[in-house]
């Protein structure tokens, strides 16, 4: 999982583009925080929590903010892209998820938006350009924001397939659940704020 994080104003921008498109017209769970259940199947997904930027019926994609990156931190990326980290060098990389994870994301605030920045259906951007990264640690950047390396991706169908076998529960994803509660704890918070105690979930059909 080492190497150095890619960001650039051309990466995933197509793709993040089109989660915009896609949020106006079949939003699906677009927006939304995905709970993975006792019943996921993936240990990758153990207790993850997935912000979905886009759900539609060419797939889905989505950042994972349930658990730190196991050996970055942004004061290692923002040295490797050559920017100063000021205040910010200690805070915490993200592991987004496992498909191409040396792809930077930054997940924030709708109070900033550079040229690449796409809203994720009104309720927080996403950006995978290293200006939000130099903005940020200049102090005129988004008042909240996560560092991820890494998504989790579906193929058309493929996460429909997965909630039909109890893989993954949605659930709103509000400024507390993404910003303020602390990692550790958005797995069962998320759970808590849809009335459902985590503890007494279990494998047998990913319900209570």
């Known amino acids: ?18 989660a915009g498109a896609m949020n106006e017209a079949t939003p699906w769970s677009t927006g939304q925080l995905l709970l993975a259940l006792p019943g996921v ?67 924030h605030s709708r109070d900033w938006a550079g ?27 988004p008042s909240r924001w996560h560092f991820a390396l890494g998504y989790a991706g579906w193929d058309a169908g493929q996460l429909e397939q997965e909630f039909a076998r109890h893989a993954w529960h949605a659930a709103p994803a509000s400024d507390a659940l993404l910003f303020d509660t602390p990692i550790e704890q958005r797995w069962e918070s998320a759970f808590a704020s849809v009335g459902v105690d985590a503890r007494l979930l279990t494998a047998a059909g990913g319900s209570a």
């Open 115 to 141: 040229a690449d920045a796409v809203d994720v259906a009104g309720r927080w951007m996403i950006s995978s350009s290293a200006d939000v990264l130099r903005a940020i640690a200049g102090g005129g950047g």
């Open 1 to 18: 999982m080492g190497g150095t994080a890619r960001l650039s104003s051309v990466d995933l921008c197509g793709a993040l583009r089109h």
């Open 41 to 107: 199947g993936d240990p990758r997904f153990d207790r993850a929590v997935i912000a979905m930027v886009n759900h539609g019926p060419d797939g889905a994609m989505g950042i994972a903010i349930g658990q730190r990156h196991p050996v970055h931190s942004l004061g290692d990326v923002l040295e490797q892209l050559r920017i100063a980290s000021g205040d910010f060098g200690g805070a915490p990389v993200l592991d987004g998820g496992p498909v191409e994870r040396q792809r930077g994301f930054i997940l």
